[in-house]
């Protein structure tokens, strides 16, 4: 099973960027697709959940300005990220869970992507 992230990259403060998680080599469904992110120096930090029917969660940090989404039946895994902090610099993982019920602690998941760099600037 291969996560690969994509649309990261480097943006001004209050700008926005997309993010896409693409999936190969699983052909059932997750019970949790999620972003998470790992700043330098600092613990890798749950970022949003999304469940195979469609559900988002979001960390109180960013659920006001960022919005996870999935194409049913699928499992690719977007994250709309609008008004972007300097503070939302960090490396941003896709990760998927086959099941359980618990999605805020990476110890739980199954697959992980390689990461996608998100640098915001003030």
């Known amino acids: 099973v291969r996560l690969v992230e994509s649309g990261g990259g480097s943006v001004q403060a209050g700008g926005s960027l997309r993010l896409a998680c693409t999936t190969s080599g699983y052909n059932g469904r997750f019970a949790y697709m999620s972003w998470f992110r790992q700043a330098p120096g600092k613990e890798r930090e749950w970022v949003s959940s999304t469940r195979s029917s469609g559900t988002s969660f979001a960390a109180d940090s960013v659920k006001d300005r960022f919005t996870a989404s999935k194409v049913q039946g699928e499992n690719t895994l977007y994250l709309q990220m609008d008004s972007l902090k300097p503070e939302d610099t960090a490396m941003y993982f896709c990760?998927?869970?086959?099941?359980?019920?618990?999605?805020?602690?990476?110890?739980?998941?199954?697959?992980w992507g390689q990461g996608t760099q998100v640098t915001v600037s003030s």
């Open positions: 990760a998927a869970r086959v099941t359980g019920a618990s999605y805020v602690d990476a110890d739980l998941y199954h697959y």
